[in-house]
């Protein structure tokens, strides 16, 4: 059973928009929040988290959004960048161990 | 620090052969964990040690699954015998409990190919 879902499995954006990447997760206990970014032939880098006390938090042109009465969270890039192409992974902290989404593989283009 | 390393990077072995895959933490983590990549499940969690003691191993899929960690800089996941469902993505990743951030650092994973 799929605690933590991306339901969507490819995005496409244009250069300079904004990229909006959702997740859904079922376990109201998770307190903490993660998005990793992966390339290929690389291992997922950290990108941004959240916790459970906040509804947003920005990085730079990276916002993670969490709306915890809907058990959902997005992630916002923007301006996207052609660099940003890459598979993203949500993640939600429990009990030592991260349990990741299958994530989403977005691709800006020109 | 070089990261988290992982060995080999590509593995293609026959069906029934035993396969090694080794991960070398990042110095001073006390947690490690080995997961799983496919197209169906995405990163699927296997086993995961702290201060080299298993403690959940509830992902591993079967018994021909094993891992261990002799030390803190060293740990192996074994699959004996192989099997083509097998073949997947294997990443090791390791981490500091005491980080407000919960951040894993992953390696750059190990191929595996069953044939």
């Known amino acids: 059973d799929q605690q933590v879902k991306q339901n969507s499995p490819s995005l496409s954006v244009q250069e300079g928009r904004i990229s909006i990447l959702n997740c859904d997760y079922t376990?109201?206990?998770?307190?903490?929040f993660l998005w990793y970014k992966k390339y290929p032939a690389e291992g997922p880098t950290f990108l941004i988290s959240i916790s459970s006390i906040k509804d947003k938090n920005e990085d730079g042109r990276f916002t993670v959004f969490l709306n915890k009465s809907a058990k959902h969270l997005s992630l916002h890039i923007v301006p996207s960048q052609p660099g940003d192409s890459a598979v993203y992974f949500c993640?939600?902290?429990?009990?030592?161990?991260?349990?990741f989404g299958t994530g989403t593989r977005l691709q800006v283009f020109p | 620090d070089a990261g988290v390393i992982q060995s080999p990077r590509h593995e293609v072995t026959e069906m029934g052969q035993e396969v090694t895959l080794r991960c070398k933490p990042i110095?001073?983590?006390?947690?490690l964990f080995w997961y799983r990549q496919t197209m169906m499940r995405g990163l699927e969690l296997l086993i995961y040690?702290?201060?080299?003691?298993?403690?959940?191993d509830s992902g591993m899929p079967e018994d021909r699954f094993s891992a261990k960690m002799p030390n803190a800089s060293f740990s192996t996941l074994k699959i004996q015998p192989s099997e083509p469902r097998d073949s997947a993505v294997y990443f090791c990743?390791?981490?500091?409990?005491?980080?407000?951030?919960?951040?894993?650092?992953f390696g750059p994973g190990t191929r595996l190919t069953v044939t």
């Open positions: 040690f702290n201060n080299n003691v298993p403690i959940d």
């Open positions: 376990n109201s206990m998770f307190d903490y």
């Open positions: 993640a939600a902290y429990n009990t030592d161990k991260l349990i």
């Open positions: 110095s001073g983590h006390d947690y």
């Open positions: 990743a390791s981490s500091l409990r005491r980080r407000p951030t919960y951040e894993q650092y």
